[in-house]
């Protein structure tokens, strides 16, 4: 039987690249994403180029009722895969000059949209005593640095959260991972600095960093290992990058 894998955040970035991968090796998707256009897009390409089923569902993560409705509004609930992608960072100030709008995106977002997904199709997995939750945290969850205040503590807060899922999931036969990017060029950055596309592309500068396509096959691989191996926890950065305060830049 064909898996289904559903991903949040498919619009951009690591999310459309996993679910391009996903569905070159024949699995059935479900993507997620605000932008209906580029939702529409992507879905009409990947289920034509691939012969796959393709679900879209536009939605925001941050409003439970529009995630509760639209993932009940799936005939098919065979959820194999759920790949808790969307995400994002918003603004670099210090805690002092914070702006409230910015920590209510990160935290409604990152958190809340994160658990309001995984409560809705985590007792579908449970019905079916299988599944897998994956998700997207960051190096940003492992260690603090200057100006990502808000942004770490949501990530900390994946990787909390990520823990408890592997815990708690534990006796149903579900697996839990949690893949943790360091430097990755996408749509990130521009996000972050609320759309300076020459300031955004300067933060790469003097390095390579990974692309979405790095990740994805990382999401993909996770995905894609024995029944009886679980990935815990993955921390992956490019050649360049030790950590999140040090990057070799020439």
């Given at each position: 039987?064909?898996k289904?894998?559903?991903?949040?955040g498919?619009?951009?970035?690591?999310g459309?690249?996993?679910?391009?991968?996903?569905?070159?090796s024949g699995?059935n998707l479900?993507i997620?994403g605000?932008?209906?256009e580029?939702?529409?897009?992507?879905?009409?390409?990947?289920?034509?180029k691939?012969?796959?089923?393709v679900?879209?569902l536009?939605f925001?993560?941050?409003?439970?009722?529009?995630?509760?409705?639209?993932?009940?509004?799936?005939t098919?609930?065979?959820?194999?895969i759920l790949?808790?992608n969307?995400?994002?960072?918003?603004?670099?100030?210090?805690?002092?000059?914070?702006?409230?709008?910015?920590?209510?995106?990160?935290?409604?977002?990152?958190?809340?949209?994160?658990l309001?997904?995984?409560?809705?199709?985590?007792?579908l997995?449970?019905?079916?005593?299988s599944?897998h939750?994956?998700?997207?945290g960051s190096?940003?969850?492992?260690?603090?640095?200057?100006?990502?205040?808000?942004?770490c503590?949501?990530?900390h807060?994946?990787?909390a959260?990520?823990?408890a899922?592997?815990?708690?999931?534990?006796e149903?036969?579900?697996k839990?991972?949690?893949?943790?990017?360091?430097?990755?060029?996408?749509?990130?950055?521009?996000?972050?600095?609320?759309?300076?596309?020459?300031?955004?592309?300067?933060?790469?500068?003097?390095y390579?960093?990974?692309?979405?396509?790095?990740?994805?096959?990382?999401i993909y691989?996770v995905?894609?290992?024995p029944?009886?191996?679980?990935?815990?926890?993955?921390?992956?950065?490019?050649?360049s990058?030790?950590?999140?305060?040090?990057?070799n830049?020439?």
């Amino acid at each position: 039987m064909t898996k289904t894998v559903f991903i949040t955040g498919a619009t951009a970035g690591f999310g459309k690249a996993t679910a391009e991968l996903f569905a070159e090796s024949g699995y059935n998707l479900i993507i997620t994403g605000r932008r209906k256009e580029r939702l529409t897009a992507l879905s009409d390409k990947l289920s034509k180029k691939y012969n796959i089923e393709v679900t879209p569902l536009c939605f925001d993560v941050r409003n439970n009722d529009e995630v509760v409705s639209a993932i009940n509004s799936l005939t098919n609930k065979n959820i194999d895969i759920l790949v808790n992608n969307a995400g994002l960072a918003s603004g670099l100030n210090k805690i002092q000059d914070g702006l409230l709008d910015d920590w209510d995106k990160m935290i409604d977002t990152n958190v809340k949209g994160l658990l309001y997904v995984s409560k809705a199709i985590m007792p579908l997995m449970i019905k079916n005593k299988s599944g897998h939750i994956i998700n997207i945290g960051s190096t940003a969850g492992k260690e603090v640095y200057m100006n990502g205040n808000v942004y770490c503590a949501t990530k900390h807060a994946v990787n909390a959260l990520s823990k408890a899922m592997r815990i708690e999931l534990l006796e149903h036969g579900i697996k839990v991972s949690q893949v943790c990017p360091g430097a990755a060029e996408t749509e990130f950055s521009e996000v972050r600095l609320h759309g300076d596309k020459e300031k955004a592309k300067r933060v790469y500068d003097g390095y390579e960093p990974m692309t979405a396509e790095d990740i994805a096959s990382i999401i993909y691989y996770v995905g894609n290992l024995p029944k009886n191996l679980c990935v815990n926890d993955l921390v992956v950065t490019s050649l360049s990058q030790a950590n999140s305060f040090y990057i070799n830049r020439k």
